[in-house]
């Protein structure tokens, strides 16, 4: 069983900051990605960033240099601080976690951010 809980989307205003943080719950496999996406209507889902189990991260060109993503594989959390935000920004946030083997994939239900100019 998967459970992945998000929290810390919202509404601010261009310039501003948000975190979001998405905590897992899995008890049969290790997790080896853990990620961000992004979707807005009418939209595929996009990575905006994700961070395998070493450490080593990789971002979308609209995240890098103002987000930063973090996980705690302790903990199996993830976090995405996200700065300087743009109305283009705005969307809804998926955590995304995967194992191995890629049949292991699961997604979160989502957390709105809205970003006004």
């Known amino acids: 069983q998967v459970q992945l809980v998000e929290s810390g989307g919202g509404s601010v205003q261009s310039g501003g900051s948000l975190r979001l943080s998405c905590t897992a719950s899995v008890d049969f496999f290790i997790i080896a990605v853990m990620g961000w996406y992004r979707q807005v209507p009418g939209s595929q889902r996009e990575l905006v960033a994700d961070?395998?189990?070493?450490?080593?991260?990789n971002y979308a060109d609209v995240a890098r240099d103002r987000f930063t993503i973090s996980r705690d594989n302790a903990k199996n959390t993830v976090s995405l601080e996200m700065n300087s935000l743009k109305p283009e920004d705005t969307g809804v946030y998926f955590c995304?976690?995967?194992?191995?083997?890629?049949?292991?994939?699961?997604w979160g239900s989502g957390t709105l951010v809205t970003v006004s100019s």
């Open positions: 995304n976690v995967r194992g191995c083997n890629s049949e292991l994939n699961y």
């Open positions: 961070v395998a189990r070493d450490g080593s991260s």
